[in-house]
Structure formats: C-alpha cells, structure tokens
C-alpha cells in the first residue's frame, strides 16, 4: 500500500489543459510543471510567432511543453555555463528558460529559440556588458538553437 505522501507525489494524468499555451507566467510554470514529471518524447513545435496580451503588455502566449522540454534537455545543467542547476525547487533542479531572440524582438517560443539558464546565466544574457558575446556562444554550445 501506497503511503499518503506517495500517493499526493505521484505524478497526475495529463489532461488537454496541461498542453494549453498561456500568458500568466504562474499557470506556464505549473502546467510546464507538470509536464516535466513524464518525458516528452517528441520535441514541442511551439509558437512561431508568440501573441502579445492586450491587459499586459509585457507578457506574451507561451507554450508549456516547450518550457518543460528545454528543461528536460538540459538534464540540470545550465547550457549557458554547464555547471549543475544552483538549487532545487519543488524537488527539481531550477532552471529559467530563456528565448535567445527575445518575444518582443519577434522571436519565437520554440525549442530553437529556447535555452535552460541558472539565474546568473539568464541575468547575464540581458544585463551584462558582454551580453552579445554571451548569447553568441550559445548559438555555438547548443545544437538546437537557430538564429532568427
């Protein structure tokens, strides 16, 4: 017999809604969540060309596969740096997916366009002064990135 604790961390089936894009980061993160708990088999086709939401400006549709794909790849390790994700969260390595040409550059929300980044890796790509060098050798380490 299953202990409580066992049966409240097993992993819930999938429903449609899991795979649903969405521009609240906080359902992204836990539908993305979710999906990660089972391997994705297939890499995601993801959103060409992500929809701006009209109430915020800043956010953008995103899809959750794509999210939770990227981070399976990297298997905890930063692709920016190498080195082990710096922590846990929920008991899974942390790791903030990064669109290498940014949504309100035009890019797209696809696994090409997509890296597994430890926060000072992620900070770095839009905040250091070396920045383009930076997100240059990305497109070099990572396979499935292609520049758009």
């Given amino acids: 017999a299953k202990s409580i604790r066992e049966a409240l961390n097993a992993p819930q089936p999938l429903t449609p809604e899991d795979f649903t894009p969405t521009a609240d980061d906080t359902i992204l993160e836990q539908r993305a969540a979710r999906l990660e708990q089972q391997p994705i088999k297939d890499e995601p086709k993801g959103i060409e060309k992500p929809q701006q939401t009209q109430s915020n400006g800043k956010s953008f549709v995103r899809d959750p596969e794509v999210r939770a ?6 298997k905890g390790k930063c692709e920016g740096c190498g ?23 035009d890019g797209s929300d696809r696994p090409s366009n997509a890296v597994a980044l430890c926060p000072n890796c992620h900070r770095r790509c839009h905040h250091s002064s070396d920045r383009d060098e930076f997100t240059a050798s990305l497109y070099l380490n990572v396979k499935r990135l292609k520049p758009e």
């Fill in 83 to 105: 080195q082990p994700a710096p922590f846990e969260k929920s008991g899974k390595p942390f790791l903030e997916v990064h669109h290498v040409k940014h949504l309100a550059q």
């Fill in 69 to 74: 794909w990227v981070r399976q790849q990297a």
